[in-house]
């Protein structure tokens, strides 16, 4: 894993895919419900097993519930000269999310409260929503609105918002232990990349990766509409909701800022551990956050009733960078070799996961002898290297207390490594797995974006 810095050619390529799948996803208009997240989740199916579910508007799911289905299909400002002025066929941040419809001429003056803008950077087009108060309205650049000219404009907004469904989609590969992992992205944001696109994209592709595989855990991955679709599974699964023993919301995953990992609120779970212990070792000047109840679904994941060891890995937080919820948050924003680094990245916080378990060290009293098991340097005297020093670090902790994480930690030494030297050791008798830990797999090879692309 001290590798996810080293992009081979084939990084490279399973990079450019997911930007172009990214890339393919974009023009979709998604909200938290209508047919952009249908269209979404359609296309997300056609690479990974994805069952879609639709919960009817109405439904009661905790203290909210399901809204009512908005759908679009045109909008615009027409000026005098039957010219649109601004257009939602251009792009579909400039209807306000949920509008209601209409159709109506009126004077700027009218117009005007109806329009939203961003002063400080305007060329950028504003992303707005209004999903659980009926309103109308249009998103444009801030230099768009100061030409609006002081005359007549027709208004049109072509939507519905009407009884229908919440749809969201659900993928889940059963491993030995019905003990799961859960992934969870949100589905629901427009033409936006980074807040939405790349961790739906690096999910997909994760979970391309786990497919087929002998897994110790079962793994469930969520393409949820924000906060109300993670509500909804959350309260139509709360038995289901009991098994889940790590889990991530993957967002803002495909921007050059350095990674982020905000910690479930149980604060040291083995996701948190294994999470700070993968980006401390293979990404540049990670930073760990504690939780806070504001941010992404972790909010719900981690609500006291439920306090799931969920935790949420980003890169630039959101709302700390100027481009989130604007026009600039676009294609070129993300980039394919951020986008493999974040899937490398989770793919390591998953093996870590998958392999971490006890040892005991079989012969206790001393270190056992190494060398005539061709398991020590053969010229005494150099320096030991890592491998080596791996190695004593499993057999002096490997008392059937301590982890392969805590051994890592505790001897900063990366994971993989220790996981290493786990299983030689294990090869020549010296350790033996704590009975009950996680049943040792059969598919020990670690998961790397090159599987993902061989496999897709
Ligand atoms: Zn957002």
């Given amino acids: 894993m001290s590798l996810l810095k080293q992009f081979d ?7 450019k895919e997911l930007h172009r799948f990214a890339g393919e996803l974009y023009p979709i208009c998604r909200s938290i419900t209508g047919d952009g997240i249908r269209r979404t989740l359609s296309m997300i199916g056609d690479r990974i097993p994805l069952k879609t579910l639709e919960v009817p508007t109405g439904t009661p799911v905790f203290d909210w519930t399901v809204p009512k289905e908005w759908n679009i299909r045109d909008a615009y400002i027409k000026g005098r000269a039957g010219k649109r002025v601004v257009d939602f066929q251009k792009c579909n941040l400039h209807v306000l999310n ?17 329009l939203h803008t961003i002063p400080q950077n305007p060329d950028w087009v504003p992303y707005r929503t209004s999903y659980y108060k009926e309103d109308w309205g249009f998103c444009l650049s801030h230099n768009q609105m100061l030409a609006l000219k002081d005359e007549e404009y027709e208004v049109c907004i072509d939507s519905t918002l009407e009884d229908g469904h919440l749809t969201y989609g659900e993928c889940y590969f059963p491993g030995r232990s019905d003990d799961e992992v859960l992934i969870s992205c949100h589905a629901c944001h427009p033409s936006l990349a980074n807040d939405n696109l ?31 679709g993670a509500i909804t599974w959350l309260a139509r699964n709360r038995e289901t909701a009991g098994r889940i023993r790590h889990g991530l919301v993957l967002t803002g995953i495909g921007d050059k800022g350095r990674f982020h990992y905000k910690k479930s609120r149980q604060g040291n779970a083995e996701i948190d551990r294994a999470a700070a212990h993968v980006l401390t070792h293979s990404t540049e000047s990670p930073e760990i956050l504690e939780f806070s109840p504001s941010g992404y679904d972790e909010r719900q994941y981690c609500s006291p009733g439920f306090n799931l060891a969920v935790g949420c890995l980003m890169r630039s937080v959101w709302g700390n960078y100027p481009e989130y919820h604007t026009s600039a948050d676009n294609l070129e924003f993300i980039q394919p070799l951020q986008l493999v680094e974040s899937l490398r990245v ?29 398991l020590y340097r053969s010229t005494g005297g150099e320096a030991i290297g890592a491998e080596i020093n791996a190695r004593l670090w499993m057999l002096n902790f490997s008392d059937g207390k301590h982890s392969l994480l805590d051994i890592a930690e505790r001897s900063g030494l990366p994971f993989a490594s220790i996981s290493d030297a786990a299983d030689l050791l294990l090869h020549n008798h010296l350790l033996s797995l704590v009975p009950g830990d996680g049943k040792q797999g059969t598919d020990r090879g670690e998961l790397s974006p090159e599987n993902s692309l061989r496999r897709s």
């Fill in 346 to 374: 989770c793919a390591a916080i998953l093996d870590v996961l998958e392999h971490n378990r006890r040892y005991v060290n079989v012969n206790p009293y001393c270190e056992p002898q190494l060398g005539r098991r061709n």
């Fill in 98 to 114: 949920y509008s209601t419809p209409i159709r109506a001429t009126m004077p700027l003056g009218e117009l005007k409260p109806h």
């Fill in 9 to 15: 050619q084939k990084n490279i390529e399973a990079g």
């Fill in 198 to 228: 790349s961790g739906l994209t690096v999910a997909t592709f994760l979970a391309q990766l786990l497919s087929g595989r002998d897994l110790r855990y079962s793994y469930r991955f969520l393409f949820i509409p924000g906060t109300i």
